[in-house]
């Protein structure tokens, strides 16, 4: 069992979303290998930066939507 904290989960969709802010900066691989523990259970991640969500939000839920139509239809 994995005991990992994300920042949203989507239990139906098997999707993770999460935000990176400062805390991230210098944790690059850490991230990379939990994401990959987390993928191997077939769980889709969906990575945005603070800028990202701060100043380009209609650009995030853009493709919150586009992958959330994906993972519905697959």
């Known amino acids: 069992m994995l005991d990992y ?3 949203f989960y989507c239990h139906e969709l098997k999707l993770v979303i999460e935000i990176d802010g400062n805390s991230h ?3 690059y691989f850490y991230d990379m290998k939990r ?3 987390l993928e191997a259970y077939g769980v ?3 990575r945005f930066s ?3 969500v701060k100043n380009n939000m ?3 839920l853009l493709a919150l939507e586009e992958t959330i139509e994906q993972l519905k239809n697959d």
Request: aromatic share 12%; glycine share 12%.
């Open 5 to 7: 904290i994300v920042d």
């Open 25 to 27: 900066d210098h944790k």
């Open 35 to 37: 994401q990959g523990r």
């Open 44 to 46: 889709r991640f969906l």
């Open 50 to 52: 603070n800028a990202e």
């Open 58 to 60: 209609f650009g995030v």
